[in-house]
């Protein structure tokens, strides 16, 4: 079976883990481009088609579930592999709504480095994904909708839980969850700016 060809695109928001996941794939000899959010992720694929795409989900501007539905609605890109790499989205019905959407895999964060490469060995070498119809705009938006609701009354409870938290710890302590703090408001303000397309 032969190889698809082109480079790796690997779409990513967060700096560490865009070039983490760069270097593994360049060392084991992948050509790779790269993306911080779903728009700019569809200018790389019109410049050159990859063979594969790893996105995250939880992005600014356009994030993965809305990326891998511009790609499997389009004729000219439908056939592109999609493996989903997220720390956020992680429930049954998450990882099921990436699958309907006709992602390959699903990888959660923080990757094994090992089952990573195997994962995308596989993927490269089995050819055409199976290319079952994408879903249609209205149900993929009603599905997409339900997710981001979910996520961002799960981000909002983390929010309080952290900030109460912040209010008893001795300051050495404080730090990293200082840190959990302002990376929750960052998800919230995400999650929250992509259910703003709905008005």
């Not at 309907?100 to 090992?114: H, M, Q, S």
């Not at 912040?166 to 703090?181: I, M, R, S």
Request: hydrophobic share 40%; aromatic share 8%; glycine share 4%.
């Amino acid at each position: 079976m032969n190889i698809p060809k082109g480079p790796i695109l690997i779409v990513e928001d967060m700096p560490n883990i865009l070039d983490l996941i760069k270097v593994t794939l360049t060392f084991k000899g992948y050509p790779v481009i790269t993306a911080t959010n779903g728009e700019e992720a569809l200018a790389k694929i019109d410049e050159e088609k990859p063979a594969l795409v790893i996105t995250d989900i939880l992005m600014p501007y356009m994030d993965g579930f809305s990326l891998v539905q511009n790609i499997r609605t389009n004729p000219e890109t439908s056939d592109i592999p999609v493996i989903f790499l997220s720390a956020t989205y992680l429930t049954t019905e998450d990882k099921k709504f990436a699958f309907d959407l006709g992602a390959v895999r699903f990888l959660e964060k923080p990757i094994d480095t090992e089952e990573f490469l195997l994962t995308i060995a596989e993927v490269l070498t089995q050819g055409a994904p199976d290319t079952s119809p994408p879903l249609d705009q209205e149900k993929f938006r009603q599905i997409y909708k339900e997710r981001l609701e979910n996520k961002l009354l799960y981000k909002k409870a983390q929010i309080a839980r952290v900030k109460n938290l912040l209010q008893t710890l001795p300051d050495e302590q404080k730090l990293a969850f200082e840190e959990l703090y302002e990376e929750a408001c960052r998800h919230r303000d995400v999650i929250q700016s992509e259910l703003e397309k709905f008005e």
